[in-house]
């Protein structure tokens, strides 16, 4: 049972996103990393390009859907929190359009 079938709604802006859709993380490419003074190591590439050990990444997306260090967003299972990011997104881009046309109306 989720918040909408109790009535609910969830305020995403204050809320930490759900976990990262499982066949996303498990499809996210795997790296070996060689070094000097290490064994190798397999890390786990987010889209963003950032590297992570896999037992450190790995229950961090169980909990969110995001990079630790720069917030790049990962898809999830939840339909909800996937309309209020495409409705943010659409906000987001009209806001930019507005900006430009006031910019090309000034200059």
Same mark, same amino acid.
């Given at each position: 049972m989720d918040f909408e079938d109790l009535g609910l709604v969830v305020d995403w802006d204050h809320h930490l996103p759900p976990p990262a859709a499982k066949t996303v993380v498990e499809n996210l490419p795997r790296t070996i990393i060689t070094g000097?003074?290490?064994? &190798?190591?397999?890390? @786990?590439?987010?889209?963003? #390009? #950032?590297?992570?050990?896999?037992?450190? @990444?790995?229950?961090?997306?169980?909990?969110?859907?995001?990079?630790p260090l720069? !917030? #790049? &967003?990962?898809?999830?299972?939840?339909?909800?929190?996937?309309?209020?990011?495409?409705?943010?997104? !659409?906000?987001?881009?009209?806001? #930019?359009r507005l900006e430009n046309l006031h910019g090309a109306m000034y200059t």
């Open positions: 000097s003074q290490a064994e &190798e190591e397999t890390a @786990i590439e987010m889209p963003c #390009h #950032h590297l992570f050990h896999s037992s450190c @990444i790995l229950p961090w997306l169980s909990k969110t859907n995001s990079c720069c !917030r #790049h &967003e990962l898809p999830t299972d939840d339909d909800t929190y996937e309309e209020h990011r495409r409705d943010k997104a !659409r906000k987001q881009q009209q806001k #930019h």
